[in-house]
């Protein structure tokens, strides 16, 4: 079985009050043909070992790019980090040579990506693409790393998996394909994963069996997890705090219970509207009306404002800091309290 | 007669495509052939094992072994030797004692398309050797890194793409060689300009071929758990990337030959006293209404050796790609 346990060893990093990731600050910008693209206004988060924070957002939000940043896959140019920092274990990730970095990445911090079949290189057999990671990053001999790669192949319980080890990704179905990105993933062990979008491309079913698998590898292992997600179910049962992203900027962050109970921002509010509820039957879907503002030409003021019902004259002119409400509930609204009471 | 005037011999993705129909000749699936954890093949293992069950892959390795065994050793296929010349029996019919006829300095026809296949083999897999190492190289690095590299080494290639195949060739050819340049000196003077003048349409496809590779989110996974550039780009974007070269080189292995045959054709590749198919081709065309078997030999063993390279590239092509197992 494997021995996922590392986060003991957080102490011996000799950062020992630094949040395991720490994310401050941080601009992302495209320089494009048409302009400058902002696609992070200067997010800041952190996680925990064995936290599980969920970065929720529509399409063009952000909330890829910031993982993309942290993982430092960006590509620069067009990509351009003007301001911020990423700081792992109090190390700031984006100030690191290219080559400390690739040795944090896969071992410390890893990643699954939205689409599997697209994420696994096709012309590799999936027990090749697991061995792999032991080749490159440990060191492991062909036949070692073979049987590393069937034991995280059952690990991610695929059945028969020293028969599936030298098949090729498109011979396994959705589910199973995830599974076999997640088992990369986890190969060395990461004090953090990041999934982006990882359940998307499945169904229903399926996207419960993975996250699942998710949650009891993270219990098992203690590793951090960031969970980025457009899919409110998703999120619901797993995630332990929220930060819910709106044009490159995250306009609220809680624990999931409070936000789901009460959000304080009107977009957070708009989003849980929209789900659709079994006693609605019959009646029209609630729609947020618009669309996210263009990263070109943002809005003054609130970046929400043009699509906020309770949008104001001083929203249309003064853009609102990110605040605690309340103990533990940040918003960046100039009404919370309001929307929060309601 | 083979078509000399192609300047991007093969490089369409058409040409490619307008070969044998071999890809009907698919295998069955996959098998899962014992529960043993054996070690994960490489790729090129897997292809391997793929070639071994399609009959034409045989048939066209039988055909290209024919013909490097009489390029290696012409000796084995017949006991006259290529300048045993009887003049009385100039042009004579194919016969049950000279199966191919006479020329016209009464040489023996088989005798000479044998030893004619050491020169035409030569030139053919030294040029798509070559050429396919050159501009795949130069075409993966213009993709991979992209930019001002990208931007020069294009450019570069287009300066060649520019120039016309035979025009630059008869022009090379006319001013570096002499006509009593030996065989070998000879045959690396008509590689030396096919390799500069044909490895740009080998460059522009890899380099097509990376940046159609290089966004796929494999590639970026690869980044994120860890992969160094190089890594990268030979591990992740080489082997997806690398079938359409591997395919057109090998059709263009055909059409460097008939490259070679157009020069000797023309007087200015391979002279007498060495044995070429061109050459051979060239004299026989005169002799076309008196004696067509002098033309239609020669030609007919050329034209199979471009064949089975090119049905050659066909079935590497279906073995390296997993999708078609």
Redesign the interface.
């Known amino acids: 079985m494997t021995s996922l346990d590392k986060s003991t060893d957080v102490a011996t990093l000799g950062h020992g009050d630094a949040p395991l990731l720490e994310v401050d600050d941080l601009y992302v910008e495209f320089h494009t043909r048409d302009g400058i693209a902002k696609a992070i206004n200067g997010v800041s988060f952190h996680l925990e070992a064995g936290e599980t924070l969920a970065v929720l957002g529509e399409s063009g939000s952000g909330k890829s790019v910031t993982a993309q940043a942290i ?1 430092g ?1 960006l590509d620069m140019p067009p990509a351009v980090v003007p301001r911020g920092a990423v700081r792992y274990a109090g190390r700031d990730l984006l100030t690191m040579s290219p080559k400390e970095r ?6 410390e911090i ?2 699954i ?3 599997a079949l ?8 999936v ?2 693409q697991i ?3 032991f080749r ?2 440990k060191g492991m001999n ?2 070692d790393a ?2 590393e ?2 034991r995280l192949m059952e690990r991610v319980q695929i059945p ?1 998996a ?7 990704p ?2 396994f179905s959705g589910g199973m394909r995830q599974r076999i ?1 997640i088992a ?2 986890i190969a060395l062990n990461p004090r953090i994963l990041i999934a982006d979008e990882p359940t998307t491309a499945l169904d229903v079913t399926v996207q419960a069996q993975i996250m699942a698998l998710l949650q009891e590898i993270q219990e098992e292992s203690g590793m951090g997890l960031i969970l980025i997600t457009h899919d409110l179910g998703v999120v619901a049962d797993v995630a332990d705090r929220i930060a819910v992203m709106y044009a490159g900027r995250i306009v609220e962050s809680a624990d999931v219970l409070p936000l789901y109970a009460d959000p304080a921002h009107p977009y957070t509010e708009g989003l849980l509207a929209s789900i659709p509820q079994l006693e609605q039957k019959g009646k029209e879907l609630y729609a947020i009306k618009g669309l996210p503002p263009s990263l070109l030409r943002m809005p003054d003021g609130c970046k929400f404002n043009p699509r906020c019902s309770r949008a104001q004259d001083i929203c249309r002119t003064d853009d609102p800091e990110l605040r605690e409400v309340v103990p533990g509930r940040w918003s960046r609204c100039h009404f919370a309290e309001e929307v929060l009471g309601d | 007669m083979t078509d000399f005037s192609h300047h991007e011999p093969g490089a369409s993705g058409a040409a490619a495509e307008s070969g044998v129909p071999l890809g009907s000749l698919s295998t069955g699936p996959v098998e899962p052939d014992g529960g043993a954890a054996a070690p994960a093949r490489s790729p090129g293992a897997e292809a391997w094992r793929e070639l071994r069950r399609k009959p034409m892959f045989w048939i066209s390795a039988t055909v290209i072994f024919v013909f490097l065994l009489m390029a290696v050793w012409p000796s084995l296929f017949t006991d006259i030797g290529p300048r045993d010349a009887v003049l009385a029996d100039r042009w004579a019919k194919p016969s049950a004692e000279h199966w191919f006829g006479r020329d016209l300095q009464g040489y023996d026809l088989y005798t000479r398309c044998i030893y004619g296949a050491r020169a035409s083999i030569l030139v053919g897999l030294l040029t798509a050797t070559l050429t396919a190492l050159v501009g795949g190289f130069l075409g993966l690095i213009a993709g991979y890194m992209g930019g001002i590299t990208d931007t020069l080494l294009s450019r570069l290639a287009e300066v060649f793409f520019a120039i016309p195949l035979l025009l630059g060739a008869i022009i090379f050819l006319f001013s570096f060689s002499q006509p009593n340049d030996g065989f070998f000196k000879t045959v690396m003077s008509i590689v030396l300009i096919l390799v500069i003048l044909g490895w740009p349409s080998v460059f522009r496809l890899m380099r097509s071929s990376v940046l159609q590779v290089k966004p796929n989110d494999y590639v970026q996974a690869a980044r994120a758990l860890g992969g160094s550039p190089l890594r990268i780009a030979f591990r992740h974007i080489l082997p997806n990337a690398i079938g359409p070269v591997i395919v057109v080189s090998t059709i263009n292995l055909g059409v460097y030959i008939a490259s070679e045959a157009a020069l000797s054709f023309l007087g200015i590749g391979l002279q007498d006293p060495t044995v070429s198919w061109g050459q051979m081709i060239d004299e026989g065309s005169e002799q076309i209404r008196n004696a067509p078997h002098t033309l239609l030999f020669p030609a007919g063993f050329l034209s199979a050796a471009v064949l089975g390279f090119i049905m050659l590239g066909d079935t590497i092509r279906d073995a390296f790609d997993p999708k078609s197992r």
């Open positions: 993982m896959i690739r040795k944090i990445r896969g071992p890893s990643m990506f939205q689409d697209s994420a696994l290189n096709p012309v590799f057999p027990g090749w061995a792999e990671m490159v990053h062909r036949r073979q049987a790669a069937i028969a020293k028969d599936r080890v030298r098949s090729y498109h011979q990105m990369m993933a």
